[in-house]
């Protein structure tokens, strides 16, 4: 069964049917689906399901939309990142640029990379680069993200939204990053991710 689509203005809180093929490929079955709790950025979702061995069980599943990250690269080889608070951890985090588009459906992923990047860095890219898909939690959520490399950056204003005003921009040699990779200072997972995705297609 798949859960109901609030429409216009939620995050992707119908089931995508390809989920659904590889959970019944996986020996799943969905007995019944209800949205426990809705805003507009985020649903959660509770299944009830049968397991490959046949017993009950019940899951959680956070829903949220398609999100991006971006790595932004200066021809002299500096990036540029961004910090800002993050109340759910009550820290100011390292991270690169990132985002996801609430209230518009089905965005072009590298159109909403573009945007996220101009919104909260400023810079406009000549040239965005796909390096792969991840996605953030999949243990509970089925949100997917996908990673670009930008390149041929031009810098112009931000334009943040109200809830972004904290937000701080870095340019920052390359290795630099890589350092404080190291010493554990950037704590943002996807952050992290991106860059050793990036890494070991060689774009850096």
């Not at 932004?72 to 608070?85: A, K, M, S, W, Y």
């Not at 490399?149 to 031009?154: F, H, I, P, S, V």
Request: with cysteine.
């Amino acid at each position: 069964m798949v859960a109901e689509d609030f429409g216009q203005g939620w995050c992707a809180v119908s089931v995508d049917k390809t989920i659904e093929k590889g959970r019944k490929a996986a020996g799943f079955q969905t007995v019944s689906s209800r949205v426990a709790y809705k805003n507009p950025w985020t649903a959660v979702r509770e299944d009830v399901i049968i397991h490959p061995n046949g017993k009950q069980g019940l899951y959680g599943v956070v829903e949220r939309s398609e999100f991006v990250v971006i790595l932004p690269l200066h021809t002299d080889g500096r990036v540029t990142l961004i910090q800002q608070f993050r109340y759910p951890v009550g820290e100011r985090m390292w991270e690169l640029p990132m985002g996801c588009w609430e209230t518009k459906e089905n965005v072009d992923p590298c159109e909403l990379a573009l945007g996220e990047l101009r919104e909260e860095t400023g810079l406009r890219a000549g040239e965005m680069i796909h390096a792969g898909t991840m996605y953030q939690g999949a243990g509970y959520s089925n949100q997917k993200g996908q990673v670009y490399l930008a390149r041929n950056l031009t810098r112009g204003e931000a334009d943040l939204e109200e809830t972004e005003q904290d937000i701080t921009t870095h340019d920052l040699p390359l290795a630099e990053f890589e350092a404080m990779i190291a010493r554990g200072d950037v704590k943002c997972m996807v952050s992290v991710a991106a860059y050793a995705m990036i890494k070991a297609r060689g774009l850096l």
